[in-house]
């Protein structure tokens, strides 16, 4: 057994990676990866020509039954969904633009709009780079199959997705204390100059917590529902400021209560969008590091 452990323990960040991505949840991701282990220990190791490309598609088939079993549920899911969030283990991908683009709040959010399949190809395809044989294996299609599904959903994607300007850490750290600085102050003129003119704020909390039930749009309305936050939160509110899904966040308190994430998009020196997650059930392990790689 120890030579099974060995193997799926040192690929074990990638297979996180890959199961996040599908899913959009840590914690269902460590679900996946635990079947996915217990699958692995009853396969005859000499059978294995590639352990990579191995493990990459029985992950990938179980993250595919995971996804597809709780579709009912996000049918029925109360407001907008958004993924959890990822905590990163330090430098991880901070070197690595593909790997860090691909597990940002915004390029998980357009994942969402893509069917299980294609989401899965689109991983595994561009994120990843397997070829489409070791990809058709995971998804149950031919490969020609894969090759149209990986163009699709490459369009579909490209269309939805900003082009991704990396921002450097400090930078998109000082912008997100200057605006929660210039929220405190209620100035919303100056607050609107920090924000691009059509920043949207996103908030996930299942009905479970007080939160906008629709995405809100624009710099105005925006502004004045942060600063309307701030007052109700008053001075028993705190802000801690932390990075998650390799982007700016502030985690947010309530005398010692952790209330939630906020994760900010900044796009050419302003603030585009706004990703508060609220869900208590998404926050209970949120704190929690995560090794990711590709």
């Not at 079993?69 to 049918?75: D, N």
């Not at 990809?135 to 269309?159: D, L, N, P």
């Not at 932390?242 to 050419?268: C, H, M, Q, S």
Request: charged fraction near 25%; charge should be negative.
């Amino acid at each position: 057994m120890s030579e099974h452990a060995d193997r799926f323990t040192a690929l074990r960040p990638l297979l996180f990676t890959i199961a996040y991505e599908i899913l959009g949840s840590a914690t269902e991701s460590d679900d996946v990866l635990q079947e996915s282990y217990l699958r692995w220990a009853e396969v005859d190791l000499d059978t294995v020509r590639d352990t990579k490309s191995y493990l990459a598609q029985l992950v990938t088939r179980q993250s595919l039954n995971a996804l597809r079993a709780q579709a009912r549920r996000r049918e029925e899911y109360v407001g907008p969904w958004l993924p959890e969030p990822l905590l990163v283990d330090a430098d991880d991908a901070g070197t690595d633009l593909v790997l860090a683009e691909s597990v940002s709040m915004a390029m998980m959010v357009v994942l969402e709009s893509l069917s299980p399949d294609e989401r899965a190809v689109f991983v595994l395809r561009e994120v990843f780079g397997f070829g489409h044989d070791e990809i058709a294996s995971a998804v149950g299609k031919t490969a020609a199959a894969v090759r149209q599904m990986a163009h699709r959903a490459r369009e579909h994607v490209q269309a939805r997705r900003k082009r991704f300007e990396p921002v450097d850490p400090a930078t998109s750290e000082q912008i997100t204390l200057q605006f929660f600085a210039t929220a405190a102050t209620g100035d919303v003129s100056k607050l609107i100059e920090l924000l691009a003119p059509d920043v949207v704020w996103t908030a996930d909390s299942a009905g479970k917590v007080s939160a906008a039930r629709r995405p809100v749009h624009g710099a105005d309305r925006v502004a004045r529902l942060i600063i309307g936050l701030l007052r109700t939160a008053g001075t028993a509110g705190r802000v801690e400021m932390a990075t998650f899904n390799n982007a700016p966040a502030l985690k947010l308190y309530l005398g010692e209560r952790f209330e939630g994430i906020i994760t900010v998009e900044i796009t050419e020196g302003r603030i585009s969008h706004f990703y508060a997650m609220r869900n208590p059930e998404k926050l209970t392990t949120a704190t929690i590091p995560r090794a990711i790689s590709r």
